[in-house]
């Protein structure tokens, strides 16, 4: 009996033999059903038994790495692409330069600055949370997460279409509407969140259809952009103390956790076992669109975000320091995550299925390259201290205005 919609190895119990004399074959569910239906109404009924060959690489795994990269690199470039050009006519330039300081300002105060003991703190919840999930997940608890994660994507898809429309059409927020909590709201803004929530809505109602993931995919990478947006790494000492507190975090909850849970804690939580098959929302996904035996390829929110910090700072430091694109971090970062996102489904490959901890291989590829090229230039020393000059302020160019932060 085949309960779920994913087909599965079929085989024998371990140490155990059967002798069958009859084919015997697994349908998915929806199939199973339809037969049923067909048999107990008296229509005639044919099966034709075949082996499907399975594809050597799928190729839904490469535009899911694509969408991994995509998103890193335009969470990189997002400020820089949705800020608008200084207007070049000099009587507009002291009138701007008001709004201009006051947008920097707000810039400042809405960045958070991840610091050694808030990136140790991080991990720490993280494998707490992870624990919560496994032993009391639910179908309530899931609910509860699948509205979490469309109050996020809600709020990043609110973010980026905002972003963009306002990078062409500078008046657009200007005239609003007063809400009673939220003071005066524009009139674009309140478009925007209804047209975010309406879309929200839609996935969640639908999320069990074929066609799902689209959605799913468009809230979470919105999301990732603006959380890739907020936080901010200052240098590349809390860049390793997370991303290698995050390494130990993968493989631990991935590999060690059988040897104190009865099975491996992430991969148990990733599939929802305890929740009825309800999958966590919490990560991108697209269908195996030529594998016969159906599935899907996925990619946690977290094997996106953490390189993700290292990459987004990299292209801030190489900006900074007017680097170009051979001898900056940034390109050469890129290029080692989309490796290590190869490395991760070749050894998901020949694990034959079996789960990867993705930042065993992207850690490496990107924290790793990082400490290489900084050793080869000279610029480590530079790269570990960098974080006391986060943000230069609009002060006088001959003065070192810049703020500390710890």
């Not at 535009?63 to 991994?68: R, V």
């Not at 707000?106 to 919560?132: H, R, Y």
Request: net charge negative; aromatic share 12%.
């Amino acid at each position: 009996m085949n309960n779920e919609e994913d087909l599965a190895m079929m085989g024998c119990p371990e140490n155990g033999t059967l002798d069958v004399s009859i084919f015997v074959a697994m349908i998915q569910k929806s199939d199973g059903e339809h037969l049923k239906k067909s048999v107990e109404d008296g229509n005639k009924v044919e099966l034709l038994l075949y082996s499907p060959k399975r594809p050597v690489v799928d190729f839904g795994v490469a535009f899911l790495c694509l969408m991994a990269v995509g998103t890193i690199k335009m969470a990189s470039y997002w400020k820089t692409f949705t800020v608008v050009e200084q207007n070049d006519d000099p009587y507009k330039e002291l009138a701007e330069k008001d709004s201009m300081r006051t947008a920097k300002e707000d810039s400042e105060d809405e960045t958070m600055v991840l610091n050694v003991a808030g990136a140790v703190c991080f991990v720490i919840t993280a494998s707490t949370f992870l624990l919560l999930l496994y032993f009391f997940m639910s179908t309530w608890f899931v609910w509860v997460l699948i509205v979490l994660f469309c109050i996020g994507g809600i709020q990043g898809m609110h973010y980026v279409i905002s972003s963009l429309i306002l990078r062409t059409w500078k008046s657009g927020g200007r005239k609003g509407i007063h809400v009673p909590i939220f003071e005066e709201v524009s009139y674009l803004s309140l478009v925007i969140l209804l047209v975010s929530v309406a879309f929200a809505i839609f996935w969640c109602v639908t999320r069990r259809e074929s066609y799902s993931w689209v959605g799913q995919d468009v809230l979470g990478i919105c999301l990732m952009i603006t959380v890739l947006q907020v936080a901010q790494l200052p240098n590349i000492k809390v860049a390793t103390v997370l991303l290698c507190c995050a390494f130990l975090y993968d493989i631990f909850w991935v590999f060690v956790s059988p040897l104190f849970f009865k099975d491996s804690v992430m991969i148990a939580v990733a599939r929802g076992d305890n929740a009825g098959g309800e999958g966590l929302p919490m990560l991108l996904r697209i269908p195996k669109f030529y594998d016969p035996w159906g599935g899907q390829n996925m990619i946690g929110f977290g094997d996106i975000l953490f390189p993700g910090l290292l990459i987004v700072f990299t292209f801030r430091f190489d900006k900074e320091n007017k680097k170009s694109m051979i001898n900056g971090y940034f390109l050469w970062l890129l290029i080692g995550y989309g490796m290590g996102l190869c490395f991760t489904y070749l050894g998901l490959y020949l694990m034959n299925g079996n789960g990867q901890p993705a930042l065993l291989y992207l850690v490496p590829c990107t924290l790793g390259v990082t400490v290489i090229l900084g050793l080869i230039r000279g610029e480590l020393k530079e790269l570990w201290s960098y974080g006391t000059v986060l943000y230069p302020t609009l002060g006088d160019s001959g003065q070192d205005n810049r703020s500390v932060r710890a």
